[in-house]
């Protein structure tokens, strides 16, 4: 048989009217161009859920599902489809009593029944309603007066908040599984129903993005005119895509992430139900799992609003799923910029955007882009449907304008909404109980009034400019919002309606409440061009209201007296999804390069021995040796193992397989006492310890335990085997993770509660700064500089031990990103030098005294460390003075300085790119979503930068830690509420003990611990500062600086000094070389020489030891 002919060709448009714009010069209206299609008459009684379904009775009922449910995979065919609307009809209308006229509402998520439910109220010519689910209860009430309805129907979860007097029937209940049930009886009942098109189908509410919501009425006519103008495009792109010799594409694959009761879930929904292709449904909108939706069932068409656009281009979840088969992204609910459309068709190069523009009151669509095309009129939404007409309208004088001209855009057609005129020429039939808003939105010969800033070019295609309501009335000009900024507030999320509209009235009223609480107003800055292209596409992370730095440099807050974090933040899986941190990590790699590249670095190697763990093998073993923990050692969620060991390679394959299962981390130093062990014990009590077995002996005998090696351990982890398939452990992101012992440099280690959510945000963090360092690369490159060299693969030296917050945070970052982590049992500065030319070693975590050795050791010179790129430095200040020294000894390494604490569960500040690195003395700039308050101790006054004071973190504001979802930062400390009050404030203040302030660029410098300042005569002398100072001296190997006790200075600043070996530097020497550089006050009183300062295994001094020691020495004397 013959292929069938193609759809004929567009007729010539009428005399007096432009062939490529659609304007008639005599009438001064703009036509469609497109080919009108077949309407059925007026007069014929008929629904347009008939009228869908009599397009899908032409021909065999598609073997494709109608529905699939996104989270469950659930699907319903189109004969199930059909029988379930025809059943469900059959209860609604002699069970429930149902008539046309009648108004049902219907509130619930986008779950499978919603469309059956839609569909057969439709049938019967009962009106729909649909609500969003997250209303509130006076904005039911409002929606109950303006709809009347007879019945609602509604998910459990909301039911409770509709107005008492509405009868409620509960979607799922028993009393809806009755009416929905087949009954041979009752299905033909609703058939003798004549239901005119003009009458009404459904009620929906405008998005009241400017004002309280309107409840549009929409006809069955607007709706068969909607679906006629899909089938129209659908032929259009078929008879293009023959007359290049190409296939049509095939049916689509829907996904509906924007909700069925907004007008364009609604109509969505329509069009594949006609067309007879597949939608798959999310109840709500999360971007991960809409990726993950649609690669799992191969998505076509993906409708959605801008915010999704940006996220796509923005982050790198959206290039690690296979999205292969997406060909079309459909774009309604707000304009999309042409900046925006080109960036993502840079990256998707394959997928067509489809821009579209429409109205409640126009039942969807007015415009859109129909084929390849006219999907590259980036910028446009496209032109007129087919049987629409348009106007251009000067606001101020009422004349209408040509192409080119801007004004206000009204329409008219079939798919309007229409006043009391003829139903054929409107779109919207009215505005329910408001006949004052239907009149001024419709005139008298049914052109609506759409309130949109618009112009048509010459070849017909329509650019929205902005909402004339919206636009901001500055000096006598008009300006769009999108225009040059003239006052800044960081905010946590941009209020928006289900499509993507703004709410700019909530950001009005938030405007407005925080000048109510500042006088007087700030001068307005002017910002040159130049400065404002210099800004880097920060994304807001903090909340709040007030004005922050307008040049977002230094995202200081006045009215707030609040630090924001001015980095782009990473996607978070939601909350309520159940989700350890190992399963996280495993899910970035589960698309990345070290599970499917052939030859890529393994993911642990032990620095001694060479020994390589690959990424398949790293994962297999952390399943193998779960199932051993789970079905052989009896572990449950909740409980809690001492992992007490070196940084052995079975060491991060028992941590991963531990958090896997629920269970509590809680790695401790090797080289504890009995003592502190029995102490870590009291605090976590733990249900079993991992020990090494040089460890075993000084544990607390009642602790049971199992040696890392041994032949039990080893059982458990080949015992596995039965569990890799049977997953079904639920754990909360808000359950404990890890306990992490504080290191108790100022006192006793207390125990830090670090939850799942707090370790998968760190990683969430660690990956945007990433992103945003090779953004950077890629951003200086395009402005001439030499582009950087492709990266190698990141190798990273571990020379801290896997049980301090550094190393423990670092690797699961590490392994998430599928790089290689060498890890060294034991620091050597030799040893490490070694491995990093062995292994090629790119990245090496260290704290301070590492680059001092490394920039003072011949060792160091001797080897090859060429592959160094860059050197990570945490766990204690780094000075200016030993930064320099250290890039003039490697002028090729950056050195990136970061600050966080155990509490924080890692870096709360650190630095991205080359330039950040050059801030040497600073630790960098507050990291994605934190936010930070310099606080005055005496006086508790917030203070600016520049001024110094105590530094306050933390997430999100107005959460606490132990509430933030998005929060980074512990839960508390285990068995000691006390502290913990201590330590955070109501409204969820981490005080950080720390000496600090923020320079104008918005670095934050590390000054000291404010418990470690020395008092000398009423003076507050840093330490920090004067060891910065002994550690740049050549003759110095390491210092340290303590309090001596002084009965008339109250403390003198007491060096300890480690000379050079050969170096005959005296006590008077020290004093004068720090005299020199700082104030009086500040000068070394006394020096005593040492063999080694005594440090914790981060590095950090243990200046207790040092004033044990002064005093000690001073007793003897």
């Known amino acids: ?563 924001h974090s001015l980095r782009s933040a990473g996607p978070l899986p939601p909350e309520e999804l159940p989700l350890t941190v190992a399963a996280y990590a495993f899910s970035l790699l589960s698309s990345a390069p070290p599970l499917v590249v052939a030859g890529r670095g393994p993911a642990l190697v032990d620095a001694a021995t060479g020994i390589a763990v690959s990424y398949p093998a790293f994962v297999a073993g952390v399943r193998s040796l779960a199932g051993g923990l789970w079905c052989s050692l009896g572990l449950r969620p909740g409980d809690v193992a001492l992992v007490v060991s070196p940084s052995r390679l079975d060491v991060p394959v028992l941590h991963f397989a531990l958090m896997s299962i629920g269970v509590v981390v809680s790695p401790a130093n090797p080289a504890s006492t009995a003592d502190e062990y029995a102490h870590q014990v009291r605090l976590s009590r733990p249900a079993v310890a991992f020990v090494a077995p040089e460890v075993a002996a000084r544990l607390p005998r009642h602790v049971s335990r199992v040696v890392i090696g041994s032949e039990v351990f080893d059982r458990l982890a080949s015992a596995g085997g039965g569990w890799a398939a049977s997953p079904a452990v639920a754990v909360k992101q808000s359950s404990t993770a890890a306990l992490l012992y504080s290191s108790g440099t100022t006192g006793r280690v207390k125990a830090v509660a670090i939850t799942h959510r707090n370790l998968i945000a760190q990683i969430s963090a660690y990956n945007a700064i990433r992103e945003a360092a090779a953004r950077e690369a890629a951003s200086d490159a395009g402005k001439g500089k030499p582009p950087p060299p492709s990266p190698p693969a990141a190798v990273t030296l571990f020379p801290l031990p896997l049980f301090h917050v550094m190393g423990f945070g670092l690797l699961t970052r590490t392994i998430s990103s599928g790089e290689t982590a060498v890890v060294m049992r034991r620091f050597d500065l030799a040893a490490a030098a070694r491995a990093v030319e062995r292994y090629r070693v790119t990245k090496l975590s260290a704290a301070p005294p590492l680059v001092v050795a490394l920039a003072k050791s011949d060792e160091a010179r001797r080897r090859d460390l060429s592959s160094l790129v860059a050197i990570v430095v945490g766990g204690a200040p780094l000075g200016r003075e030993v930064s320099q020294r250290f890039a003039a000894v490697f002028p090729s390494v950056q050195i990136v300085q970061s600050y966080g604490l155990t509490e924080s569960t890692g870096p709360v500040a650190t630095m991205a790119g080359p330039e950040e690195s050059a801030a040497y003395g600073s630790v960098g700039r507050l990291a994605p979503r934190v936010q930070a308050k310099i606080v005055d101790t005496a006086t508790g006054e917030a203070l600016g930068p520049g001024r110094r004071g105590e530094l306050w973190i933390r997430g999100p504001v107005g959460l606490c830690f132990t509430l933030s979802y998005m929060g980074m930062f512990f839960l508390g400390y285990v068995g000691d509420p006390e502290a913990t009050a201590a330590t955070i404030t109501p409204d969820g203040w981490l005080k950080t003990g720390d000496l600090c302030y923020f320079n104008e660029d918005g670095y934050l410098y590390i000054v000291d611990r404010l418990k470690e300042l020395i008092k000398y005569k009423g003076y507050q002398v840093p330490p920090a500062e004067l060891e910065h100072i002994l550690q740049s001296r050549p003759e110095i190997a390491d210092a340290a600086v303590v309090p001596y006790p002084d009965e008339e200075a109250g403390q003198l600043p007491m060096a300890f000094v480690v000379r050079q070996p050969g170096a005959n530097l005296t006590e008077q020497q020290v004093m004068n070389c720090v005299a020199k550089h700082v104030a009086p006050y500040k000068k070394v009183r006394r020096v005593a020489f040492v063999n080694a300062i005594p440090k914790s295994p981060a590095g950090k001094i243990l200046r207790r030891e040092l004033v044990q020691q002064a005093m000690a020495s001073s007793s003897r004397l």
């Open 1 to 563: 048989m013959a292929d069938p002919a193609p759809p004929p060709p567009p007729p010539p448009p009428p005399a007096g009217i432009d062939a490529r714009s659609g304007f008639c010069a005599a009438t001064r209206i703009f036509h469609s161009t497109r080919a009108p299609g077949d309407l059925p008459p007026e007069s014929l009684p008929m629904t347009a859920a008939a009228y869908a379904f009599s397009l899908l009775s032409s021909s065999t009922l598609p073997g494709r599902p109608a529905l699939v449910d996104a989270a469950t995979g659930i699907a319903v065919s189109y004969p199930s489809f059909l029988a379930a609307v025809r059943s469900l009809a059959g209860g609604l209308w002699c069970s429930l009593g149902l008539r046309p006229g009648d108004v049902a509402l219907v509130v619930a998520p986008s779950r499978l029944e919603v469309p059956v439910l839609d569909f057969a109220l439709m049938s019967i010519g009962a009106v729909v309603s649909p609500a969003n689910p997250a209303s509130t209860p006076e904005e039911y009430a409002h929606q109950v007066a303006l709809s009347r309805p007879v019945v609602a129907f509604a998910a459990p979860e909301v039911a409770a908040k509709l107005p008492g007097h509405v009868r409620c029937v509960v979607i799922g209940s028993d009393e809806y599984g009755r009416l929905a049930a087949p009954d041979g009886r009752r299905a033909a009942a609703p058939a003798a129903v004549a239901v005119k098109q003009s009458d009404t189908a459904a009620v929906l509410y405008s998005s009241g993005t400017t004002g309280r919501v309107k409840a549009v009425a929409i006809t069955h006519r607007n709706l068969i005119a909607l679906m006629s103008l899909h089938a129209d495009n659908r032929e259009k792109v078929a008879r293009e895509a023959a007359e290049a010799g190409e296939e049509p594409p095939p049916p689509a694959v829907t996904l509906l992430p924007i909700p069925l009761f907004h007008v364009f879930g609604f109509m969505m929904v329509l069009r594949s139900v006609s067309m007879g292709e597949t939608s798959v449904l999310m109840e709500r909108f999360d971007f991960i799992a809409a990726l993950r939706a649609i690669e799992r069932y191969r998505v076509t068409l993906l409708p959605a609003a801008p915010p999704v656009l940006v996220a796509m281009v923005k982050y790198e979840e959206a290039r690690r799923r296979d999205l292969s088969s997406l060909l079309v992204i459909g774009i309604g609910g707000a304009p999309l910029g042409r900046e925006v459309a080109e960036q993502f068709a840079s990256v998707f190069p394959n997928v067509e955007l489809v821009q579209g523009y429409g109205l409640t009151e126009s039942s969807g669509a007015v415009a859109a882009t129909v084929g390849p095309e006219e999907s590259k009129a980036y910028g446009s939404v496209g032109k007129l449907g087919s049987h629409l007409q348009a106007k251009i309208v000067d606001p101020s004088t009422g004349e209408a304008l040509g192409p080119g001209q801007r004004g206000e855009l009204w329409v008219r057609g079939p798919i309007v909404m229409k006043g009391k005129f003829s139903c054929e020429r409107s779109l919207i039939s009215r505005y329910v109980g408001d006949d004052e808003a239907t009149a001024a939105t419709v005139d008298s010969e049914g052109w609506l009034k759409t309130g949109d800033l618009c112009y048509f070019n010459e070849d017909g295609f329509l650019y929205i400019v902005d909402r004339l309501k919206e636009l901001i009335k500055y000096k006598g000009y008009q300006v769009a919002p999108y225009k040059k900024v003239r006052r800044v507030a960081f905010v946590t999320a941009i209020p928006k309606s289900p499509a993507g509209k703004i709410l700019r009235r909530e950001l009005v009223q938030q405007a407005l409440s925080m000048v109510s609480k500042r006088s007087p107003p700030p001068q307005r800055a002017h910002i040159p061009m130049a400065e404002q292209r210099r800004r880097p596409p920060y994304a807001s992370s903090g909340a709040g209201g007030g004005s922050v730095d307008r040049r977002s440099r230094s995202g200081f807050c006045a009215a707030t007296r609040t630090f």
